[in-house]
């Protein structure tokens, strides 16, 4: 419920933030009076005793108290601030000075009542309705003197003014020349301070808007770092596969016979290609169940100790499978290579060329083709 009522006094057709940010206090403060208003207005005519022109008086003001706050708040929710202030103000004086009429000068205390529309419009409004509503107070403070004291309005104004009670007068004086003086100052420090709410909410929202930005950024970023070193993963898998297929091709193995195989080799041989060498060969030897492996090593460059070693591997490795391995290929100069180097290769066939190796494992062969007939025949 409260929460609903402060919706509604905060829902203003008010354009300026001071105003605006004033407009539920001054709302809630018409209301109080309203309410106080319509219980005046109906205890009025018994309170007042007396004839009959007394009560109407006292009736009349409590009307007057009443509308006045009721136009106020009409006007406040259409967006008229200061012309409500200002109707409120007058409204309440015309009361307190119709309640002086019906109840008696001696009765109804002029200087507390008579300063709350100074202060409620030097607080709420401007300078034009402060000096409107500060002379009607003083004329309301001269009037309650007047009857409160009998002084006849028509002695000189001399005898009258000495008989007013000087402190209301000064005490109004000097309310009204402080909100005169500072009630703009107090306006224009509260526009300031709302403009640099303005400006602190706008930074906020551009900070706000900056970080979504470089968010969605770094989002989109990251997103496509991501895709990157997905394509890098996928490159890298391909560039392995294509490694081991150009591995596998660097050692081929050309099948000659059904049990003769014929491995060239071609470029430089390093401690990696070696031992692809010796991995390919055993694995075409078992596959293929072959006897004879020619070991063509015309395409290679260098035979050092190290290369020598290797190949000697491979052979040793393929006897243990029950091959043979022949070296083809051979040049001049790595024969002398070899022979410079001291190594001992007596224990592998070699050949000068794949042609003869070839032929030399056709004729193993048939000669052991020939052999296998001759026992058979003898049997």
């Not at 890098?232 to 016979?257: G, K, N």
């Not at 290797?310 to 006897?319: E, I, K, M, T, Y």
């Not at 243990?320 to 100069?333: F, N, Q, T, Y």
């Not at 190594?343 to 190796?357: K, P, V």
Request: charge should be positive; aromatic fraction near 4%.
């Amino acid at each position: 419920m409260v929460a609903h009522i402060r919706q509604w006094l905060s829902r203003t057709a008010l354009t300026d933030p001071i105003e605006r940010q004033q407009a539920p206090l001054f709302q809630a403060f018409l209301l109080i009076v309203i309410c106080l208003q319509m219980l005046i207005l109906f205890v009025s005519t018994g309170i007042a005793g007396g004839p009959q022109q007394g009560r109407t008086v006292a009736f009349l003001s409590a009307i007057v108290g009443l509308l006045a706050p009721i136009v106020a708040m009409f006007l406040l929710r259409r967006g008229v601030f200061k012309l409500a202030v200002l109707v409120a103000a007058l409204g309440f004086i015309a009361a307190q000075g119709i309640a002086i009429v019906a109840y008696g000068a001696e009765l109804i205390p002029a200087t507390p009542w008579l300063l709350i529309p100074v202060v409620m419009v030097g607080l709420l409004a401007g300078r034009r309705e402060l000096l409107a509503v500060s002379g009607l107070a003083l004329i309301a403070t001269v009037g309650h003197a007047a009857g409160s004291r009998g002084i006849d309005i028509t002695s000189p104004l001399g005898a009258i003014l000495l008989r007013i009670p000087f402190t209301t007068l000064i005490i109004t004086i000097i309310i009204s020349s402080f909100f005169w003086a500072f009630g703009s100052t107090l306006r224009r420090a509260l526009a300031t301070a709302l403009s640099r709410e303005r400006d602190l909410a706008q930074l906020r929202d551009s900070l706000e808007q900056q970080v979504q930005e470089r968010t969605a950024a770094l989002n989109a970023t990251l997103a496509e770092v991501e895709a990157r070193a997905a394509e890098q993963q996928r490159l890298l898998h391909e560039l392995e596969t294509q490694r081991d297929v150009i591995r596998e091709m660097s050692v081929p193995v050309l099948p000659v016979h059904e049990h003769t195989l014929v491995m060239p080799l071609v470029g430089a041989l390093d401690t990696e290609r070696l031992r692809q060498v010796q991995e390919q060969a055993l694995r075409s030897i078992e596959q293929s169940r072959a006897r004879t492996l020619l070991l063509d090593i015309t395409g290679v460059p260098v035979v050092d100790s190290q290369v020598a070693q290797g190949l000697v591997s491979v052979v040793q490795a393929a006897r243990l499978l029950g091959a043979e391995v022949a070296l083809v290929g051979i040049r001049p100069e790595v024969a002398q290579a070899i022979v410079g180097l001291g190594l001992d290769l007596s224990n592998i066939t070699t050949r000068s060329s794949l042609q003869s190796g070839i032929t030399a494992a056709a004729l193993g062969r048939n000669g052991q083709a020939l052999a296998v007939g001759n026992i058979r025949n003898t049997a």
